[in-house]
C-alpha cells in the first residue's frame, strides 16, 4: 500500500525541506540507536547489557533496536561484510569453514570475497607447514 502525504508535504519532499517529524528526546528506541553509532564497533554481547542498562529496558527490547540497526546499517552500506575461513570452534580443530561477518571498518587482512578468504587461509597454512619443516 502506497503512503499518501499531503500536496503540502509533497512540496516540501520535493523543495528539500522537509526534514521529518522531529526527534523525540524521550524515545529510548531512537536515544538507542544513537548510542549503537556511537559503540558501532563494540560486539553485540557486550552492547546488549549495556543498553538494556543505560535505558532501562528489557533484553528481548534491546535486541530488537540491535537487529533494527543492523538491518539498517546493513542496506545503506554502513555495515561491509568480510569473509574468513575458520578451522577452529572453541579451541577444537574443526572441517574448514566459511565466516561471515559484518564490520564497520575492515583492515588491509581481511577479504570482502569468499575466495579472497580461501587465498588467505591457503597462504596461511602454507606458511604454518614451512614453519613446521625448518623446525
Do not use: C
Request: net charge positive; glycine share 6%; proline share 3%.
Amino acid at each position: 500500500m502506497k503512503k499518501v502525504r499531503s500536496v503540502k508535504q509533497q512540496l516540501a519532499i520535493d523543495s528539500g525541506v522537509y526534514t521529518g517529524r522531529p526527534a523525540n528526546k524521550d524515545s529510548k528506541r531512537q536515544r538507542g540507536m544513537k548510542y549503537l553509532d556511537e559503540y558501532s564497533n563494540t560486539k553485540r554481547e557486550f552492547i546488549i547489557p549495556a543498553m538494556m542498562k543505560k535505558f532501562d529496558i528489557g533484553k528481548n527490547y534491546a535486541e530488537t533496536i540491535h537487529a533494527t540497526w543492523r538491518t539498517q546499517n546493513k542496506e545503506t552500506g554502513e555495515l561491509i561484510v568480510i569473509y574468513t575461513v575458520k578451522d577452529l570452534k572453541r579451541g577444537k580443530p574443526v572441517t574448514p569453514y566459511i565466516k561471515k561477518e559484518f564490520v564497520v571498518e575492515t583492515n588491509s587482512s581481511q577479504t570482502q570475497t569468499v575466495e579472497g578468504a580461501k587465498l588467505q587461509y591457503i597462504a596461511r597454512q602454507q606458511e604454518n607447514a614451512t614453519i613446521v619443516n625448518n623446525l
